[in-house]
């Protein structure tokens, strides 16, 4: 069974931290990429930042710069993403995504697999 789940989202006051975890099982996921998105009410989902497939390449849309880190462990089949410095308009719930490619993309047509996704709210 293919899945993707998703882990460590909750309750945060601005300012404060979360560590996402995202699990694989059922699908290779140390050759490809992989990205996180979100989905804020009444909004479309958007691009948060992918990884590739080895770790060593990164980006990240503007408004998480500097705040959110993606990573990944290939001998856990995991990959995270800290987020630092969260804000109310973070409040979304987060998705992970694997692609079909090895280096890091930014379109929801390029990622195959998907995970259920796990709220995250920040209070003011």
């Known amino acids: 069974q293919v899945q993707l789940v998703e882990s460590g989202g909750g309750l945060v006051q601005a300012g404060g931290s979360l560590r996402l975890s995202c699990a694989a099982s059922?699908?290779?996921?140390?050759?490809?990429?992989v990205g996180w998105f979100r989905q804020a009410p009444g909004k479309e989902r958007e691009f948060v930042a992918p990884?590739?497939?080895?770790?060593?390449?990164?980006y990240y849309t503007d408004s998480v710069k500097g705040r959110f880190t993606i990573s990944r462990d290939n001998t856990k089949n995991a990959v995270y993403l800290q987020m630092n410095s969260l804000k109310p308009e973070d409040t979304a719930v987060y998705y992970c995504?694997?692609?079909?490619?090895?280096?890091?993309?930014?379109?929801?047509?390029?990622?195959?697999?998907w995970g259920q996704g796990t709220q995250v709210t920040v209070s003011s």
């Open positions: 995504a694997r692609s079909g490619y090895s280096s890091g993309r930014r379109y929801r047509s390029d990622y195959d697999y």
């Open positions: 059922g699908l290779t996921f140390s050759n490809y990429a």
């Open positions: 990884i590739s497939w080895n770790g060593d390449s990164t």
